[in-house]
Structures are given as C-alpha cells and as structure tokens.
C-alpha cells in the first residue's frame, strides 16, 4: 500500500526525509499532490524488464527514476542493455557489486543505489562499503 501523503508530507517538515522514494503503485497525480504538498524531491522506483519500462517513466513528474531488478529484492542485476538513452537523471540499482560497480558507472546514472552488494552473511559489511566508495570516488 502506497504511504498517505500526509505521512510523507510530516516526515519532510519535520527534518527526517529530504527526498521521497517511491516504490508502489503511486501515479502520477499522487506524485504531482505530493510534490505540491511540500516540493520534496520525488524519485520514482521503476521495475526494469524491458526498455519501454523505463521509456514509460520519462516524462514522470519525479525528479529521478530508480532503475531496478523486475524482481526487486533479489540483489540481481536486470539488462542494463536494456537502458534507453533519457534525459531523466536515473538511480541505477540492483546486484550493484565491487565486480560491476566500474560497468554501472560506465552508465553515467546519477547515483547508484547498492544494498546487498554491501553486505557480507545479510549484514552491512564496513569493508566492502568503504570499497565501493572509493570505487565510485575513482570513477
């Protein structure tokens, strides 16, 4: 279930969020209510199976696109063959890893989002972060 925009709206004003990010069924008149509620940053999660996916997304109102796994949660990369050239910026997603973290950044996203990359035995692993960081950092 989407969270009530008057929840997310709270969390903004009272200095815990500065950006919203969506991963539900949210359209995009739940996105124009919430950007006209507070101007919060919005970034829209899209799940990527094919490039019409996210050529579907292009014109959102979000201010970026998270591009992510179909699946989601599963900590796998999806096609990033399958990224369209679009002036949106992107989040990229995904089974981000030290081994593909220099082919994501080959991608130009605004930002890459990496959770199970991180981690070592399902926990947030210090020393793979700290290389990640100076992966992104060298890039």
């Known amino acids: 279930m989407d969270a009530p925009i008057e929840r997310i709206v709270a969390l903004f004003r009272?200095?815990?969020?500065?950006?919203?990010?969506?991963?539900?069924?949210?359209d995009e008149a739940y996105i124009r209510r919430l950007k006209d509620a507070c101007g919060i940053p919005v970034i829209k999660a899209v799940r990527v199976e094919t490039a019409q996916d996210i050529l579907a997304r292009q014109t959102s109102l979000a201010?970026?696109?998270?591009?992510?796994?179909?699946?989601?949660?599963?900590?796998?990369a999806f096609n990033w063959g399958l990224i369209p050239s679009i002036e949106k910026p992107c989040f990229l997603a995904g089974?981000?890893?030290?081994?593909?973290?220099?082919?994501?950044?080959?991608?130009?996203?605004?930002?890459?989002?990496?959770?199970?990359?991180a981690e070592s035995g399902g926990f947030k692993d210090r020393e793979k972060i700290l290389r990640l960081v100076r992966g992104v950092r060298r890039n």
Not at 14 to 26: C, D, F, K, P, S
Not at 95 to 117: K, R, T, W
Request: glycine share 18%.
């Open 95 to 117: 089974g981000i890893h030290e081994g593909n973290l220099e082919a994501a950044l080959a991608l130009c996203p605004y930002c890459v989002d990496v959770s199970s990359g």
């Open 14 to 26: 009272a200095g815990v969020i500065t950006m919203a990010q969506l991963h539900g069924r949210e």
């Open 63 to 76: 201010d970026f696109l998270l591009l992510d796994n179909g699946a989601g949660g599963t900590g796998s």
